[in-house]
């Protein structure tokens, strides 16, 4: 596959939807297993979760000049033998049929793919930031 931003969420962005902000919404970060397929018209939360191993929420989320930046991540409830191949980014509304996909990455994701050994997952992000639109 390739690193995506999700066309509803362009469409989103766009259009002035509502739930788009990545610095006012709770942005999560899923980590997924080969379950998700990637399909780039993915549009919320529903869509993912049969592929979700475990889930964080990002603190000290900034976007300057177009860049998202955050926190590194420490996955620690993901279970042993878990697969773990790729990461989506998503704001949490609290309704999986509502929660947007933001981004889809499984290239270059420092740490990925693995198979879970009972040890927390830590995901460290550029200091340059994790996505660019």
């Known amino acids: 596959m390739a690193n995506a931003i999700y066309r509803k969420y362009k469409?989103?962005?766009?259009?002035g939807d509502t739930d788009i902000s990545l610095t006012s919404g709770t942005v999560k970060i899923s980590i997924m297993n080969s379950n998700y397929v990637f399909?780039?018209?993915?549009?919320?939360?529903s869509d993912i979760s049969a592929g979700v191993v475990?889930?964080?929420?990002?603190?000290?989320?900034t976007v300057i000049n177009g860049v998202f930046k955050a926190s590194d991540i420490s996955f620690d409830a993901v279970p042993d033998d878990s697969e773990c191949v790729s990461i989506v980014i998503w704001i949490d509304t609290s309704n999986p049929a509502t929660s947007r996909l933001v981004c889809f990455?499984?290239?270059?994701?420092?740490?990925?793919?693995?198979?879970?050994?009972?040890?927390?997952?830590?995901l460290t992000f550029n200091t340059s930031g994790i996505f660019q639109l």
């Open 11 to 15: 469409e989103a962005l766009l259009s």
């Open 39 to 45: 399909n780039v018209d993915d549009e919320f939360y």
């Open 54 to 61: 475990d889930t964080e929420t990002f603190t000290d989320v």
């Open 105 to 122: 990455m499984d290239v270059n994701v420092v740490g990925l793919p693995l198979v879970a050994d009972g040890t927390p997952v830590d």
